[in-house]
């Protein structure tokens, strides 16, 4: 299918394919060959893949795909740091080009970065260097109009450009100790046993009181665990007080609803993600992807949702639950409110948990392997990095 750049309000560049083919064949091209790179060709992953090639397909994304995917690329060619933020993670092909840094199919992450309205982007965080090679990159190739204030990437999915201390932190101590921080291991013993002592460094909120205490009484020993801190810190306290007590064994699990213990068995019967509400709506009421899109985007613009309390209850009940056990689900999660608004105060998108904790967990891990060459550079930056 070829991109047709004059679809969108802003014309942004065309990707220059080197073979000839056309923008979606040579992104097939990319990931197909990435899926054998990464070790992840079985069928949840191919399946995954060939949706979000149609959908991109449909859309017209594939140039943005690759542009991205070429700066990236570049950037690090060149040395500097880039770290992917909020819905890029949410991506298989973001994550096949090496662009996001977690593979949502086994962090269970609906294709957001597709399905996405204009407010709900993402974003690559770089180190000042990094940065800078950045932008002069676009403007020479690609030219100014590719960018927003100079900080943005404009086109149908938009991505913001940041530079942050936290990178750059992170890139002098792993410089200085000859270290790649993107093969750093995830299950350290002494980087989960800083965050249990709540001696962890202060990144992303980890400083907060509410979250010291959580990530106290949770002892996160594996990666998931400390994602599972960041959520539940959003969670009202009834509901965080009750998964805690699961979690320890002190409370017996169960499930809101019947036929949706793979979708909540990883957090105990307690909906803790967006996504869970989207695989329980798609589940339960058969939403599909564009209605659970028009959903969000209903929330955004705080429209009535007496509507689609009816439509979730009524198709329930086509597909056997029972009426009261749907109100029920409705009323506790109240669902009446902005549960799916991507910057809600009680439930978070899981690409912004992975994205954030990543960061605090490799500052945490420095910390704890290189403490003085840690205590060295940290020095450097302010308190709020």
């Known amino acids: 299918m070829t991109e047709d750049p004059n679809k969108y309000e802003c014309q942004i560049p065309d990707y220059p394919v080197p073979d000839g083919s056309s923008q979606i064949e040579f992104l097939r091209q990319l990931c ?55 819905a890029i993670e949410s991506s298989l092909i973001n994550y096949l080009l090496d662009i996001a840094t977690f593979d949502p199919v086994e962090f269970g992450v609906t294709e957001r970065f597709i399905d ?14 990094g940065y800078q090679y950045a932008i002069d990159y676009i403007v ?12 943005t990437i404009l086109g149908p999915t938009t991505v ?7 990178m750059n932190l992170i890139k002098d101590v792993t410089e200085e100790c000859n270290l790649d921080y993107m093969t750093i291991s995830l299950d350290d013993k002494k980087t989960f046993a800083l965050f249990s002592e709540c001696k962890m460094e202060e990144f992303y909120g980890f400083g907060d009181k509410n979250k010291r205490a959580i990530l106290s009484d949770l002892q996160p020993v594996t990666f998931r665990e400390l994602i ?3 959520n539940l810190f959003c969670l009202s306290e009834n509901k965080c007080k009750e998964f805690l007590s699961r979690y320890h ?8 609803l019947p036929g949706i213990s793979d979708i909540l068995k990883d957090t105990y019967g307690v909906v803790v993600y967006v996504e869970q509400l989207e695989q329980i709506f798609h589940r339960v009421a058969g939403f599909s992807s564009d209605e659970i899109e028009h959903l969000i985007n209903e929330c955004h613009s705080n429209k009535d949702f007496l509507g689609t309390k009816r439509m979730f209850i009524k198709r329930g009940m086509a597909n056997g639950y029972s009426e009261d056990k749907l109100e029920k689900f409705w009323d506790e999660e109240n669902l009446s409110g902005d549960f799916v608004y991507p910057h809600c105060d009680r439930y978070l998108w899981l690409p912004e948990s992975l994205s954030s ?6 500052s945490t891990y420095l910390k704890a392997h290189f403490p003085e060459t840690y205590q060295k550079h940290r020095k450097k930056y302010p308190d709020h990095l």
């Open 160 to 166: 913001w450009l940041e530079t942050g201390n936290i």
């Open 32 to 86: 197909t060959e990435a899926l054998v790179i990464r070790n992840c060709n079985d069928a949840a992953h191919r399946e995954r893949l060939e949706r979000e090639l149609q959908r991109t397909a449909e859309r017209g994304y594939a140039n943005n795909f690759l542009l991205l995917w070429d700066l990236v690329k570049e950037v690090r060619r060149n040395g500097g740091l880039v770290a992917s933020c909020g």
């Open 357 to 362: 904790t990543y960061l605090a967990y490799i």
């Open 116 to 129: 996405v309205y204009d407010d709900f982007g993402g974003g690559l965080t770089f180190d000042t260097g």
């Open 249 to 256: 064994e002190k409370t017996k699990v169960s499930f809101p």
């Open 140 to 151: 020479k190739k690609y030219g100014k109009d590719f960018l927003y204030n100079d900080t």
């Open 228 to 230: 599972l801190s960041d």
